[in-house]
T-cell receptor, first 115, second 117 residues
Framework: AQKITQTQPGMFVQEKEAVTLDCTYD???????LFWYKQPSSGEMIFLIY??????QNATEGRYSLNFQKARKSANLVISASQLGDSAMYFC????????????FGTGTRLTIIP | GAGVSQSPRYKVAKRGQDVALRCDPI?????LFWYQQALGQGPEFLTY????????KSGLPSDRFFAERPEGSVSTLKIQRTQQEDSAVYLC???????????????FGPGTRLTVT
């Protein structure tokens, strides 16, 4: 079984500062994928970034980067130069090996950017 | 191009009524997923289709829940004899099949908020 743990229910960050959202995972699969999604108050889930278990380099997408530490089973999301529009719920999710397509989500972190 | 669409966006049902929730995936997406998101929680997997085949329905909470995708595109999630604990947002997502070169990013619809009174 797969499990995602997000231990920060809420975070407040000053605008333009960087923020790290924590995510740890547990799986018996050797091959897996890790995702971060953003859910604004409108409710839609927006894909941010992906890291494969065999990827040697940390993923980056614009202001988003994923700090992947495989031995510690952590996949933290780093948002640089935060903006007011970054205020939302953030979910870490895992997909298992090829053929096991479903996502397992954590409980989420509510990020609030303070002007 | 058009994203994933869901209808209705909001549904209020009296306890015991049947409801049907519709999902239109992105054209060409082979995989389709249904998730249930309770208030303040992360989405939880319900069921998964690849084309018209339902490959995994392990997350359906009871036999009152039924999903279909008869022609491999539009999908319907049906809940019979609704109960108050069925109140949640039901999210649909679609993706291309994961290949050795891809990672199967799932694109989500806006969800249907079901309230059972």
């Amino acid at each position: 079984a797969q499990k995602i743990t997000q231990t920060q229910p809420g975070m407040f960050v000053q605008e333009k500062e960087a923020v790290t959202l924590d995510c740890t995972y547990d799986t018996s699969d050797q091959s897996y994928g890790l995702f971060w999604y953003k859910q604004p108050s409108s409710g839609e889930m927006i894909f941010l970034i992906y890291q494969g278990s065999y990827d040697e380099q940390n993923a980056t997408e614009g202001r988003y980067s994923l700090n992947f530490q495989k031995a510690r089973k952590s996949a933290n999301l780093v948002i640089s130069a935060s903006q007011l529009g970054d205020s939302a719920m953030y979910f870490c999710a895992m997909r298992g090996h090829f053929g096991n397509e479903k996502l397992t989500f954590g409980t989420g972190t509510r990020l609030t950017i303070i002007p | 191009g058009a994203g994933v669409s869901q209808s209705p966006r909001y549904k209020v049902a009296k306890r015991g009524q049947d409801v049907a929730l519709r999902c239109d995936p992105i054209s060409g997406h082979v995989s389709l997923f249904w998730y249930q998101q309770a208030l303040g929680q992360g989405p939880e997997f319900l069921t998964y289709f690849q084309n018209e085949a339902q490959l995994d329905k392990s997350g359906l909470p009871s036999d009152r829940f039924f999903a279909e995708r008869p022609e491999g595109s539009v999908s319907t999630l049906k809940i019979q004899r609704t109960q108050q604990e069925d109140s949640a947002v039901y999210l649909c997502a679609s993706s291309l099949v994961v290949t050795s070169g891809g990672f199967g990013e799932q694109y989500f619809g806006p969800g249907t908020r079901l309230t059972v009174t």
